[in-house]
């Protein structure tokens, strides 16, 4: 898979029976929290073993519209949301709900490694805007209009940011969404990081005349421990959630009856929420404290959600480089930055899905790496 190969590596390396400190793939290490568990058992027990509605069964859908108005700030009705097959689920049926075939879409970069291949699933055309380290990683609407074409009807962006962990600005979806009103273009927006964000998220779907052309793409996999579940949802306008439904109808035929019951009581509940955005607030300071006591390298952000960005361009302009050598060397697996586009070459994202012990030896081990990187590639 393009832009894997190194978690890919290190996976098999793992499997062969080396001791790999995993560092390059957002999966949590514990396991769903147990109310949630709970409730699909009680499920399962209860008989919900039947093909469900479309569009959700009920009480997921409406669960599913109360934390849409609460993750996105506008009031949220229930023919606004549709439960998908996880983020990337709703990210499928964003694309192929705003693009036919010929369409052009504009992708915010860095970007998460599956935004250009879910766009040539909907047989459009992309460009990649990139948003640039030295403005903090933020896109500039200026970049986004001028890769504007005449078939381009969407644009997509993510924030919280997967590798960056940047949060936009509201000046920057201001900008961005006067953009798509002047040129009448949707925005889908990915948002499936808002829970770790500390409160500061904003939704452009919040933002004046955007309700109208904003799809958002939310999950349940970061914020409620959820990864294996595939559990996500689109909040659209309802026109748009009824053209989903059709997709539905014709793809996956909605989604398994137990773990609707059980994603819509942990919706509810907020089960393992707070919990999580703890744990990985508290991994992001333990790593980055660890980082910062030498100095070694880089963060490029220093808020972190399940990720750190660490710029290595001091020691060299290839990410890719430095992440192979880090997973031959030290048996580290990491992301090299060029994975989320040309804007983070030169960076590796570290994710946080470790216990702190094991991410306070990854971080020491590669500031110790990192201080002998210039003469082990001259010796090379
Ligand atoms: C930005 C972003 N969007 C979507 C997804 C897909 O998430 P899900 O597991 O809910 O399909 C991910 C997963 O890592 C992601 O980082």
């Known amino acids: 898979m393009e832009g894997w190969e190194v978690y890919t590596e290190g996976v098999r390396r793992q499997q062969a029976g080396q001791d790999i400190i995993m560092l390059a793939i957002g999966d949590h290490d514990f396991p769903t929290p147990a109310p949630s568990v709970e ?5 399962l027990d209860a008989g919900h073993h039947g093909y469900v509605n479309i569009q959700g069964i009920p009480k997921l859908v409406s669960a599913m519209a109360k934390i849409s108005t609460r993750a996105t700030g506008v009031a949220t009705k229930t023919d606004e949301v549709i439960a998908l097959t996880g983020g990337q689920g709703a990210l499928y049926a964003a694309m192929q709900a705003t693009l036919d075939p010929g369409d052009h879409i504009i992708i915010v970069s860095p970007h998460y490694v599956t935004f250009p291949g879910t766009a040539r699933s909907a047989g459009a055309k992309f460009t990649l805007v990139s948003a640039l380290a030295e403005n903090g990683f933020e896109p500039k609407a200026s970049d ?13 962006i993510n924030s919280p940011n997967n590798p960056t962990c940047v949060i936009y600005s509201k000046q920057t979806l201001e900008e961005i969404s006067k953009a798509c009103i002047k040129h009448d273009l949707w925005l889908i927006s990915d948002e499936v990081y808002w829970s770790l964000s500390k409160g500061r998220h904003i939704s452009a779907r919040s933002l004046p005349g955007m309700k109208e052309r904003t799809l958002v793409v939310n999950s ?65 300071e333990v790593f980055l404290e660890a980082i910062r006591e030498t100095n070694c390298v ?13 710029d290595v361009r001091d020691l060299t302009p290839d990410g890719r480089e ?21 804007s983070t070459a030169g960076h590796i994202r570290v994710s946080l899905c470790l216990p702190e012990e094991k991410l306070k030896l990854a971080a020491e081990t590669i500031c110790r790496f990192v201080a002998t990187y210039p003469d082990k590639r001259k010796t090379a």
């Open 298 to 310: 880089r963060p490029a952000n220093d808020s972190g959600s399940l990720y750190i960005m660490l």
């Open 322 to 342: 430095f992440a192979w050598a880090l997973l031959d060397e030290e048996n580290i697996a990491v992301m090299p930055g060029e994975s989320f586009g040309p």
């Open 144 to 156: 986004i209009e001028a890769a504007i074409q005449s078939n381009t009807k969407a644009v997509l």
């Open 220 to 284: 349940m996999s970061k914020s409620h421990g959820m990864t294996g579940w595939r559990i996500g949802w689109l909040t659209a306008p309802a026109h748009m959630v009824e053209n989903v439904i059709q997709l539905n109808l014709n793809t996956t035929y909605g989604l398994p009856d137990f773990i609707s019951h059980a994603a819509a009581e942990a919706l509810n509940n907020d089960y393992g929420v707070e919990e999580i955005a703890k744990t990985y607030h508290r991994r992001g």
């Open 39 to 43: 409730a699909c058992k009680a499920a």
